[in-house]
Nanobody, 124 residues
Framework: QVQLVESGGGLVQAGGSLRLSCAASGRTFSTYAMGWFRQAPGKEREFVAGISRSGSSTYYADSVKGRFTISRDNAKNTVYLQMNNLKPEDTAVYYC?????????????????WGQGTQVTVSS
């Protein structure tokens, strides 16, 4: 069992930045590929970014590429999402998740542990 707790969300103006953190407890964090997803009201949960178990490989949705950066610190059992140049369309609840496979994936179905989410609101 892995428990995931996100933090760092909030209200920011367009063009601003936020850094989300996801602290993991339980089984060995470094054995899981990790992902960040988001869900806006009335929309399906969508993939934002993923990172391999070692952190050597990262993947991004086209909508955030060049603006968001995912990273992890296995010594601290934490994965991060640095979000720069935020846009109003980035407004959503952001979730971190641990993959049930050795690789990261853009499908929510491949993730077996989820955090409770943190709200990000970007004003125009």
């Amino acid at each position: 069992q892995v428990q995931l707790v996100e933090s760092g969300g909030g209200l920011v103006q367009a063009g601003g930045s936020l850094r989300l953190s996801c602290a993991a407890s339980g089984r060995t964090f470094s054995t899981y590929a990790m992902g960040w997803f988001r869900q806006a009201p009335g929309k399906e949960r969508e993939f934002v970014a993923g990172i391999s178990r070692s952190g050597s490989s990262t993947y991004y949705a086209d909508s955030v590429k060049g603006r968001f950066t995912i990273s992890r610190d296995n010594a601290k059992n934490t994965v991060y999402l640095q979000m720069n140049n935020l846009k109003p369309e980035d407004t959503a609840v952001y979730y971190c998740a641990a993959s049930g496979y050795s690789r990261t994936s853009s499908s929510p179905r491949d993730y077996i542990y989820w955090g409770q989410g943190t709200q990000v609101t970007v004003s125009s």
